[in-house]
């Protein structure tokens, strides 16, 4: 059983029979779910994950006023319920696992996340949120949610970058990858500056795996879980998974050149089928101003094209 099956049963079980004795009247203002933080919130946590921030929790959401009137009689009364279901529990708690389940502001919530306790109002703020942190306050499931903030910002959330700022993160991508990949690995390794290599390599293959995210429209998840998760995606995200382990798993720097150039390839061609560049280019450098160009918003296609 992975954490949200169990925080699911958890809340089945005892989450929602409290909600209804005890906050009957706000039944239809509590959400509840399991979002945020932790290999459990994407479905990928397994017997390692279990040491900590792992067990039967679920959060409750309640909007600014709610949450003054009843969040801390809920708050009690969460914490009155068992500790353990099915074997599993009781939950351990790191140093930095606070605050991760139990009742929550849903102001406050999604400000820990967005720097923002309402929804961007413009493409500027779009663009200064990390792909990461849009991607933990979006992830997970809700097992009750009434209409309300949390589930009117989760849902606008959900539908992904404005096409401006996705395009604006796209070209820069092409630029990190192109200036990781195609120029200044070789250079590194030509030097015999492998450290150096060993991080263009790195940061190229962090740029790549961003892109093939914003290029399914979907949020990249924070490193650990990053790789694994393009994998399941349906444009590039097989051959990137592929492709990316090959390269860390050669020791060959000829082989590892021909892996980058090939990702890059493949990446250019994306673009072209996707109308997202025209240029004729193999140098990855050369598309960015291109996608930088199709920007319709005057403010994002004057930024840097580096920027995003």
């Not at 990316?244 to 050669?250: F, G, R």
């Not at 590892?256 to 990446?267: F, G, P, Q, Y």
């Amino acid at each position: 059983m992975n954490g949200l099956e169990l925080s699911e049963m958890f809340f089945t079980m005892y989450g929602w029979p409290m909600i209804n004795e005890k906050f009957a009247d706000y039944k239809h203002k509590i959400t509840a779910g399991l979002v945020g933080e932790g290999s459990e919130c994407y479905g990928f946590d397994d017997q390692i994950s279990r040491d900590h921030d792992w067990g039967p929790s679920f959060c409750l959401w309640l909007g600014k006023d709610d949450y003054r009137a009843i969040g801390a009689s809920l708050q009690a009364e969460y914490d009155k319920l068992p500790k353990a279901l099915r074997g599993f529990g009781p939950r351990k708690v790191s140093a930095w696992g606070e605050n991760r389940v139990g009742v929550q502001e849903t102001e406050s919530f999604y400000r820990g996340y967005l720097g923002l306790d309402r929804l961007p109002d413009s493409l500027t703020e779009w663009l200064c949120i990390p792909e990461t942190a849009l991607s933990a306050c979006t992830n997970g499931q809700v097992f009750h949610g009434p209409p309300g903030a949390f589930m009117r910002m989760r849902n606008i959330l959900t539908k992904f970058y404005p096409e401006d700022v996705r395009m604006k993160k796209m070209a820069a991508r092409c630029m990190t990858i192109a200036h990781y990949g195609q120029y200044n690995f070789a250079r590194c390794v030509d030097r015999k500056e492998y450290y150096a290599a060993r991080h263009a390599e790195t940061e190229f293959g962090s740029a790549v795996i961003s892109l093939v995210f914003l290029l399914n429209r979907k949020y990249m998840l924070f490193f650990k879980w990053m790789h694994r998760a393009v994998k399941d995606l349906p444009v590039l995200g097989a051959f990137t998974h592929e492709k990316l382990l090959e390269l860390i798993n050669t020791v060959d720097y000829k082989k590892k050149n021909l892996l980058i150039e090939t990702i890059c390839a493949r990446i250019i061609q994306e673009l072209k089928e996707q109308g997202l560049s025209e240029s004729p280019s193999d140098f990855l450098l050369d598309h960015g101003p291109v996608i930088q160009q199709k920007i319709k918003d005057p403010e994002l296609q004057r930024m840097s094209v580096l920027y995003g």
